[in-house]
């Protein structure tokens, strides 16, 4: 399948991101699923407006409660006017908006048999324990997927019973794993040796099923029905009997098949008694205990233990204890702390629950993923002051009548002013950025005096993002991210102080982000996809002493990494989200894989459709192209797309087809002459193994569909680029195929083809000079003709930048059918035109569900640097993969050395800090600075340094040094000459010591200047 229209129900258009974490048939199958969210308090609207902006049939949202002044700190879809409504009464009209291909219906009634029997799934977020075991008891008996969700204060609970018979039909969003066979045995069972295309392991897990592909010999494996496999070792697995197979001789590849799961799930009555968790640990289970004693208080009191109450939480221990006969393994001390913030209610635990429970609702009504088996408890309890810090008291947690009020009941009215006087910077609007303003907006951060947030993003919004970002809407597609996110927030909390700015972060922008600006700030927030922006905004950090909050997500899978100065390690790029680059070669000459060749196609489209007219255009426009160095590639592609300058369709026509030729034909019968099929890299060691798949050139054939594909794309894009207005014509372009004759094979003779990356690197780059000279004068001449003839104009071309979300410019039409060609080549499985838009746009499958999860484990990050912790082991970083599902928290590493200099060692965040006046209260000389930093520091300079200019050295001629010595620091660094400058508050300089060592790295010097 293709395209939209194709699809039918799916708009692709918005969900395009999403398609590619659940992909279409899950997608389809959301579309047929009705859900009903009882609860609208911050945890109900947070799975609502996930599922809603996922695409299932329709949501009913329900709460027979009116809104409470509590509810304002997590429910962002209320404000202040709304105190007394009804909540999904009052949530219904701001949750359709998210999705106009969802209806959203309020009810307030009680939930009965007959009305739960609408609906495919039931999630409960806010209800007592006896209504919980009442609507559960009625969905198990009628097969209604049923999820249970609840925060309290810094405690979370999930539970999922999706009935006895559900069937799972994708485990994980991983792509299949594949190896390659280096060797078979028969036997009973038979024995595979196989490896990865790195050389490692072959990755796969005992009790996979798997299938094979391009075995010579054993041939009756090739295309048989999945085989259960049992792993023996990282290189070796068991397959069954291969007895009385043929004898394996070469080649082959081992596939994982993803085979449909059968899974059966207790209701909550029975599951209570007894819970299934593969994660209840101690901790799990004493907060397990005190959910159902925290019901029973309630039962008991008509009320949450107060806040910071002590005779409510030992009436809550009591209860909890009365749950279990085993006392030993239950931890009082989490009890009386569950008791003592049960009542609150914060942002940041509902965004990461909700992100959890809507997944686990999309699993139910798709069955994409392996759902929780059965329940998850989560706590962060760690947010709270550090021991000997801060004394919380019933008083300082007591309600205000504020809309902060759920969230000062767990940290105190002190911390609440604290968190208005925060001054942030979030860099980036996207999904995550969204889902971070929201949550700073419903905490309160930089909603009171002195405080700010700052948003910037250069980006405007497109319809893709309106499934993934909630604060965008249709009508705000063409606006900039950054002022319609700001403006979103101050409509959910108008206290909220946030400027919007439309400025990318990087060196060009360090005019409007330099020293005031990160001098002024708290702390900054990432929420960026390029790691070399998020790599920069790090350094940044580190210069000015600032914690950072990095998060990220790629499908179901994100992390959130917290840097704190002085205290961890500085942002690292996630492994599990980093791309490793293909070797040139494999790209080149040995694909092995449809990444291959799709990475090879979109190299393709740029060089012929981008690179040359640019260079085309330069050539004709700029008199000193020639005169500047160029490749004999570069030149010789300007002669060739002047000579090649099409007339006609049918020119065009001609053009691909050679084209075609030349890459799926000549080409393979070149590398097949250098490395024949029977060719060894040693003795009995076949050249054509493992990833090696040994190539067969293709033959043309205007009724193969792929072919014709083909031509059709390239010809297209040939006429664009050359400025050409021709009919695409199908039916022309295939009988001029018919009638042309193509130009025979002819072998290149020697021409070296290069295995591996180190031979890539060493083939020769010796040019011709006088070939090179020749094809200048050839050029220089042409252009002159050109100039003179008054045709310049007419052969500029159209440089076609790629561009992957117009599917009507047959851009991706192109890669996929050049990819798949290749793919024919090499015997690999070719890709359909999603995978191969998804890999060629290097599109990041996202999810509202991740993104709303990594935002609320920011956000409890973000908690304890407003505290002001000092205790590594109370930071978490995380991971988390919500398809598996999977999240670990851990400690974040120290800080390593970074500089050295004799005996001593320094981490990345430490300075040798001056002050830039001295006694007389006068800016330091540059020796003036020398001798402090010999005298202070011990630091005998030889060299110093202010970026890659150097402002001192001593081998420079006496009268240079001593007057380069006497000059004013903000002399040494000045701007252009007779230019507008302003200097920095902040000058940072490198040294070069005389005693030091070549391993001796010296930290930066930081020398705070009197201007500014």
């Known amino acids: 399948m293709r395209r939209s229209e194709s699809l039918g129900e799916i708009d692709e258009g918005l969900y395009s991101r999403q398609l590619y974490v659940l992909g279409h048939e899950a997608m389809r199958r959301l579309a047929k699923t009705a859900v009903l969210v009882s609860g609208m308090k911050g945890l109900g609207v947070e799975i609502a407006k996930n599922i809603i902006l996922a695409g299932v049939k329709s949501i009913t949202v329900h709460d027979p409660g009116n809104v409470q002044w509590s509810d304002l700190s997590s429910q962002f879809f209320l404000s202040e006017s709304d105190v007394g409504r009804n909540r999904a009464v009052a949530s219904q009209q701001r949750l359709a908006e998210l999705n106009s291909y969802v ?5 307030t009634r009680e939930l009965s048999e007959s009305f739960l029997a609408a609906f495919q799934v039931v999630v409960l977020s806010n209800s007592p324990l006896e209504e919980q075991l009442r609507i559960s008891d009625i969905c198990h008996a009628c097969s209604i997927r049923f999820v249970l969700a609840d925060t309290k204060g810094l405690a979370g609970q999930l539970f999922c019973d999706f009935g006895e018979n559900f069937v799972v039909d994708e485990l994980s969003e991983a792509e299949p794993v594949c190896a390659y066979v280096q060797q078979i045995s028969q036997g009973t069972p038979g024995v595979v040796t196989c490896r990865d295309g790195q050389g490692h392991g072959h990755g796969f897990a005992d009790g996979d099923f798997v299938t094979f592909s391009n075995l010579e010999g054993m041939s009756q494996l090739n295309g048989c029905k999945p085989h259960a496999i049992h792993v023996l070792d990282e290189f070796t697995l068991e397959i069954g009997d291969t007895s009385s197979f043929a004898p394996y001789q070469r080649g082959g590849v081992i596939t994982q098949v993803k085979v449909p799961q059968l899974h059966s799930y207790e209701p909550l009555r029975a599951s209570l008694a007894k819970p299934k968790s593969k994660a209840m640990d101690d901790r799990g289970h004493s907060l397990h205990l005190a959910f159902q004693a925290l019901h029973t208080f309630a039962a008991e009191m008509g009320r949450l233990p107060r806040p910071r109450a ?3 939480a030992e009436r809550l221990l009591e209860l909890a204890r009365g749950l279990t006969a085993h006392q030993e393994l239950l931890d009082e001390g989490l009890v009386r702390m569950f008791a003592h913030v049960s009542a609150g209610e914060l942002s940041p635990m509902a965004a990461f629950l909700g992100g959890l429970a809507a997944q686990e609702v999309l699993k139910a009504a798709s069955g994409k993923f392996l759902p929780l088996a059965q329940w998850f408890y989560f706590d962060a309890l760690e947010c709270l002051p550090e021991q000997g810090t801060t004394l919380l008291t019933e008083e300082s947690c007591a309600p205000r009548g504020s809309r902060y009020d759920g969230q000062i009941a767990v940290f105190g009215a002190d911390f609440q002013e604290r968190l208005g006087r925060q001054k942030y910077f979030v860099v980036g609007a996207g999904a995550i950025g969204c889902e971070l303003l929201k949550n700073f907006a419903m905490i309160g951060l930089a909603a009171g005096e002195g405080g700010s947030v700052t948003v910037t993003d250069m980006d405007t919004i497109e319809r893709s993002n309106l499934s993934r970002q909630l604060l965008f809407r249709p009508r705000d597609v063409g606006k900039l991210k950054s002022e319609t996110a700001a403006a979103a927030v101050r409509r959910m909390n108008p206290t909220t102080r946030v400027t919007a700015q439309p400025h990318h972060v990087g060196p060009d922008t360090e005019t409007f982000y330099g020293d005031d600006f990160f001098m002024a700030l708290d702390g900054v927030a990432n929420a960026l996809d390029s790691m070399q922006a998020r790599a920069y905004v790090d350094g940044r950090c580190i210069r000015y002493l600032k914690p ?17 100065p002085h205290l961890t390690q500085p942002f690292g790029s996630p492994p599990d989200l980093t791309e490793s680059a293909v070797p040139l070669c494999t790209l080149r000459h040995f694909p092995s894989a449809i990444e291959h060749t799709l990475q090879w196609a979109r190299d393709e489209f740029d060089g012929l459709f981008k690179v040359p007219a640019e260079n085309v255009n330069k050539f004709l426009e700029d008199p000193a192209f020639l005169e500047v160095q160029r490749t004999m590639q570069d030149l010789e592609g300007v002669r060739s ?17 050679q084209r075609w030729e030349s890459l799926y034909h000549h080409t393979i019968l070149n590398l097949l002459h250098a490395f024949p099929p029977g060719h060894e890299t040693s003795p009995g060691v076949p050249f054509w193994a493992g990833p090696k798949r040994c190539p067969q050139p293709l033959e043309f054939d ?14 297209s894009l040939f006429a664009q680029t050359h400025r050409l207005q021709v009919p695409r014509d199908r039916a022309a372009a295939r009988e001029t195929l018919r009638a042309m004759a193509v130009p025979p094979f002819q072998r290149e003779v020697g021409v070296r083809i290069p295995v591996t990356e180190e031979e890539m690197e060493e083939v020769p780059g010796c040019v011709d000079e006088e070939q090179l000279a020749a094809l200048r004068q050839e050029l220089a001449e042409r252009r002159r003709a050109l100039l003179e003839g008054g045709c310049s104009s007419t052969h500029l071309m159209e440089p076609i930048h790629f561009e992957k979300d117009d599917d009507s410019n047959g851009h991706v039409d192109f890669i996929m059918a050049a990819s798949n060609l290749r793919a024919a080549n090499y015997g690999i499985a070719p890709a359909d035109w999603h995978k191969s838009k998804r890999v060629a746009g290097r599109i990041v499958p996202a999810i509202a569900t991740t993104t709303a999860a990594v935002a ?31 999240l670990a928290r851990f400690r974040p590493l120290s800080p390593p050395a970074t500089y050295k200099y004799g005996q001593e060692t320094w981490s990345c965040w430490h300075r040798v800090e001056v002050p830039g006046i001295g006694a007389h209260r006068e800016e330091l000389s540059l020796q003036e600075l020398l001798d402090q930093l010999q005298g202070v520091h011990g630091l005998p300079v030889r060299t110093v340094l202010c970026g890659v200019t150097i402002l001192y050295a001593s081998f420079w001629a006496k009268q240079k040094r001593e007057a ?7 002399q040494l660094v000045g701007g252009p000459s007779g230019a507008a400058w302003p200097p920095p508050r902040i000058l940072v300089l490198d040294l070069v010591c005389e005693d030091q060592q070549d391993d001796d790295v010296l930290p930066p010097v930081h020398v705070r200047l009197p201007c500014g």
């Not at 209806?103 to 009810?107: F, N, S």
């Not at 499908?555 to 917290?562: A, E, L, N, P």
């Not at 205007?702 to 010809?715: E, F, K, L, V």
């Open 856 to 886: 609320g484990l920011a956000c409890l990050e973000l908690y304890k640097l407003v505290w002001g912790h000092r205790d590594l082991g109370s930071y978490c970083n995380s991971f988390l993969q919500l398809a598996e599902p999977l």
């Open 964 to 970: 380069q010595l006497a000059r004013r620091l903000t």
């Open 702 to 715: 205007c009724d193969n569909s792929t072919h014709m594909d083909y031509i059709m794309a390239a010809a």
């Open 641 to 657: 797309s002047l000579q090649e300058k099409p007339r006609s369709w049918q020119d065009c026509v001609s053009w691909a087809r």
């Open 548 to 564: 950072l909050l990095d998060s990220g997500t790629e499908g179901t899978k994100g992390h959130v990494q917290v840097v704190v």
């Open 310 to 312: 002590q005779v409510d």
């Open 103 to 107: 209806p959203v219906t309020a009810y």
